[in-house]
């Protein structure tokens, strides 16, 4: 504890904190917020074309946006221990702050093992194997875990938890209610190209 | 001008339900980062293809990635929405204040303007029909890449900015 709070009162920490320039604290969280947009966003839209999304789109080719995705994650990792350093009593003895670590490495790992299995592996021009998809679903669902303790650790433990709860009620309603609706759509149009073969045969004979 | 802003931007039962529940501030808050990671990660990528990172991608199919930036930018307007409509319950203080003194905020709001105007001239200049014909390896048009560009620009500026919003002016005072 005491060798934390000389972490606060290191110089670094004390000017990141109290400087009244924007160019401290909040710059740095800005450029937190940049690590997360580069990493978890195209980790994500590699993701949702492994899971099946914009089915059209070359998978190798995506490939060339994992060293962004890196630069995102190490902006996060130099800014994050930055941001830790500003309150680290606070952070490091949080549960929910290591429950954000650990969801992080879980992601990252399963991102690795994404892009291993998609891009390093056989058959180069086959679709996604069901490991695969396994993967950028675990990937998806680590991102969401460690965006929701990150935002969380600025509330009481309850709190989280509630918040937690909420997530998952509104991300389970948000999954459900997309997928009917998607296959409602597609239910639709399906119907439509029936009728419309149907009448171009009538028209044909 | 000032009465009207005044009676549309406090949402009372907005502000009741984020009284009644500490979980919904939070909640919203969830919501406009996942938003924000769905806008930057397809919006960003279809930036960067047509910048000509991932060059290997014909330009066409990045387009059907982009209904969850849109599902994410409302994700992210709708829990904005939520900050400005319910901020009375946070901080006590009525938005209007906000608004015509934080100059962050300010900003935020005519960066996402000046996207929508981007995304309307990248349609008006037939610049939209014309990249879809931008095969693997082969570049964007120039004026594709200049728009791409200011996308970028814009939605990373928002993110910085609206970072800084609570370092700004936020009326406390009066």
Known sequence: ????????????????????????????????????????????????????????????????????????????????????????????????????????????????????????GRAPNGGVSAKGKRLAGATLLFWLVAITAGRVTAYDAYIGWETAAAVLVLGTLLLVGGHVGARMLRGSTRLERRTMSASRAAADM | MEAFLRYILRWPSLEHFIQAYAWVWPLAEVMHFVGLALLIGTVGLFDLRLLGVGKGLAVAPVRRLLPWGVFGFVLSVVSGSLFVGGLWANIAVHPYDVLIVNGYLQTKLIFIGLAGLNLLAFYLTGMSRAVDAVGPGEDAPPLAKAIAGVSLFLWFGVIYVGRLIVWGNLALGG
């Open chain 1, 1 to 120: 504890m005491e060798f934390l709070a000389l972490i606060e009162q290191s110089s670094l920490a004390v000017w990141l904190r109290e400087s009244p320039t924007v160019f401290a604290y909040a710059t740095v969280l800005a450029v937190h917020t940049f690590g997360l947009a580069l990493v978890v966003g195209l980790s994500t839209a590699v993701a949702l074309r492994a899971l099946g999304f914009a089915p059209g789109m070359a998978l190798l080719p995506l490939g060339s946006l994992f060293p962004l995705m890196w630069v995102g994650f190490w902006l996060n990792a130099f800014t994050g221990v930055l941001l830790v350093t500003i309150d680290a009593r606070l952070f490091l003895t949080m549960p929910t702050f290591y429950l954000k670590l650990l969801a992080i490495a879980l992601a990252i790992t399963s991102l690795r093992w994404l892009q291993t299995e998609v891009f390093e």
